[in-house]
């Protein structure tokens, strides 16, 4: 699958502001921008959204050719992205843990090692960001299932999956349930909704077909003020009868028209911004450093003291890591991909 026009600047965008939203736990970081900086956790949901909809558009692709969805193909290529560096991360953590008095318990392991950290009742610091990971994880075991067996149904499926984070929200604020915070249900929506404007091919409809600029701007500033709206009240509890239940889900589809505008509207200072090399190294690097950056932002070890330098490490560690431990195992799913799809051509020129 080519790669998209702008979603390695959405990564780039999602990854600065998750890494802001982090700072805001540091003594020296500013009050008056504690408040902007936990808003900026919408990065995750930006995240969420994109995986949603490239998992989705890769499991169509495959279903629409000629061979069914090769499962173990889906999953070798998935552990091949996410689990070289997690690895190297976990490892990193369990040589130093003691030496650095970091905490990190053998039940905090098994919940990072096993993608279950959503569901960890007393999360470490150090594993703690894996939550968003962990959901991610589950929802590419169970979807291309979902995929395969329930083919007509998908929308409907992934309709009430949406409906159903919106409900068990309410339940868990109502109930106090431990698990409301970083539970899938709770969480995955934003997921589903990018899966949701897969299915539906949205790109292709008329909105996205419109060129008035006008209307594309005032959709845009639209999606963007009710982005701006629901972070705020659901990061203060605000407008708790809509914020609660359908905040996250309003928030996942603005982004998620803002993504597709993005991809599809190429004439303007945005588009250029989000394709630009800054911003498309940063997007390539941005799974490295969410994975990363949760050390280097708690630690005190002499200059990492100062932000500039914790950011300079982070960056550092990341490219290193990327460059050098993870790209080998990209270009052996490159390979697999390339060797999948020649075997298919013999098949797709048979049917055409």
């Not at 173990?72 to 003691?98: D, G, S």
């Not at 096993?114 to 994880?137: C, K, M, Q, R, V």
């Not at 159903?164 to 249900?185: A, M, Q, W």
Request: net charge positive.
């Amino acid at each position: 699958m080519n790669r998209i026009a702008s979603l390695d600047g959405f990564r780039a965008i999602s990854i600065i502001l998750v890494v802001f939203s982090h700072f805001r736990f540091l003594p020296q970081f500013p009050g008056f921008l504690f408040d902007f900086a936990r808003q900026c956790d919408v990065g995750v949901t930006i995240f969420f959204v994109i995986s949603g909809y490239l998992i989705t558009k890769i499991l169509q692709r495959e279903y629409q050719e000629a061979d069914p969805i090769n499962i173990k193909l889906f999953f070798i290529k998935r552990a091949l992205r996410i689990l070289p560096v997690c690895c190297i991360y976990f490892l990193f953590i369990l040589l130093i843990n003691q030496k650095l008095n970091l905490e990190v318990n053998p039940s905090n392991f098994l919940h990072a090692l096993t993608f279950t950290a959503n569901f960890d009742s007393s999360p470490n610091w150090y594993l703690g960001h894996l939550w968003s990971l962990s959901i991610e994880e589950q929802f590419y075991i169970f979807w291309p299932l979902l995929f395969i067996l329930f083919q007509k149904r998908l929308k409907a499926i992934i309709i009430f999956l949406i409906a159903y984070s919106c409900v068990i929200r309410v339940l868990h604020y109502k109930f106090h349930l431990n698990t409301g915070l970083y539970g899938f249900f709770s969480k995955s929506d934003p997921i589903m909704v990018g899966a949701l404007a897969a299915l539906f091919n949205i790109q292709n409809t008329a909105i996205f077909r419109n060129k008035k600029r006008l209307v594309n701007y005032t959709l845009q500033i639209i999606a963007f003020a009710l982005i701006i709206f629901f972070t705020y009240c659901t990061a203060h509890g605000k407008f708790g009868i809509i914020a609660l239940p359908f905040g996250n889900t309003i928030i996942a589809s603005a982004i998620m028209y803002i993504i597709l505008s993005y991809t599809t509207y190429q004439n303007n200072y945005f588009f250029k911004l989000l394709n630009s090399k800054l911003f498309i190294h940063i997007g390539l690097l941005s799974y490295s450093i969410y994975i990363w950056q949760q050390f280097f932002i708690f630690q005190n070890i002499s200059l990492l003291n100062v932000p500039l330098y914790k950011l300079a490490t982070i960056y550092f560690v990341s490219f290193i890591s990327y460059n050098y431990w993870e790209k080998p195992f990209l270009r052996i799913k490159e390979r697999l991909t390339k060797k999948y799809d020649l075997a298919k051509k013999p098949i797709l020129k048979t049917l055409s």
